[in-house]
């Protein structure tokens, strides 16, 4: 019997004000339409998340910058997972332009296998 692949699921999104509520946070289409389309590319792909994380800015950082990126990486490193984001090209689109390099450089350089869920590859 083939095991599932197992896979940590990250998206992030940039917001105009910080979220207050659990239902604020829910209520976010980014972040929806990125989860949506994670648990597709999980049925389709015969794979298991095993952790969603989720992570939002007011700025526009390099969302491979952020802290909660880096938690989603020791938790796929941890657990041999890859890591699932849901469109690469709609999380590079939304970088600052000064940081895209920086950013694809980040995600070329990592010990784990990246996997955009809109593509369905790595």
């Known amino acids: 019997m083939n095991e599932a692949r197992p896979f940590v699921a990250f998206s992030f999104a940039y917001v105009r004000r910080q979220f207050h509520s659990l239902d604020e946070l829910n209520a976010n289409g980014a972040l929806r339409r990125q989860r949506a389309a994670q648990l597709i590319f999980e049925k389709v792909s015969g794979g298991r998340i095993l952790q969603t994380i989720a992570d939002w800015s007011t700025y526009r950082a390099s969302f491979t910058s952020r802290e909660k990126f880096r938690h989603a990486l020791e938790v796929a490193r941890s657990s041999g997972a890859g890591l699932l984001l ?17 950013c694809a450089d980040t995600l070329d350089a990592l010990d784990v296998e990246v996997w955009d869920a809109s593509l369905r590859r790595t």
């Open 86 to 102: 849901a469109d690469i090209r709609e999380l590079l689109a939304r970088t600052a332009r000064n940081r895209i390099s920086e």
